[in-house]
């Protein structure tokens, strides 16, 4: 059982590269080619880790069902998705935030207001929240677009740097919730595979509060 290796599932994208960085810091020697690697599984048979390359999203999917013992997620995919994982671990990387955004000096409909969004449940749990009624559009990317053209009042987007908001005329109405990428385990696997797991967060651990500090 040992001998089996931790299978670690990690996102494409922005959260990829400063994920691997923090594993390389906590001691653990990547391969240079890793993350240029084009393949959706890589094994590090040095290290005993296996890492599945997924969609951010599906991450949490993936190891919930078990099939990665431990994943890379943002907050951000872990509020949407609400999946029986556990989060062990803040890595406090590819920090950025949820907001609420439109375009400048705009009110909202008075009768359901028209929300675009790839966060679908975190959206329609704020605007709850704030007893507000709203008609949620469901969006896969370029949300920026869906008050442009009238498609909707606001959207629910990431903001890292506020940037792409600004590039598109688009100001930031409200602040939801601050987000950074957490290492999430699957129950099971958190039981057999104890040992090896609270190893991984333990040096983990050591490098994001020599971080902090």
Known sequence: MNDTPLIIAMPKGRIFHEAAELLRKAGYQLPPEFDESRKLIVDVSEENLQFILAKPMDVPTYVEHGVADLGIA?????LEEERDVYELLDLKISPCYLAVAGLPDTKMNEVAP???????NVASSYFREQGEQVEIIKLNGSIELAPIVGLADRIVDIVSTGRTLKENGLVEYEHIVDVTSRLIVNPVS???????????VDRLNRVISEKVV
């Open 114 to 120: 028209k929300i675009a969004t790839k966060y679908p």
């Open 74 to 78: 943002g907050k951000d995919v872990m």
């Open 190 to 200: 958190y039981r057999i595979k104890d040992a090896a797991i609270e190893q991984i």
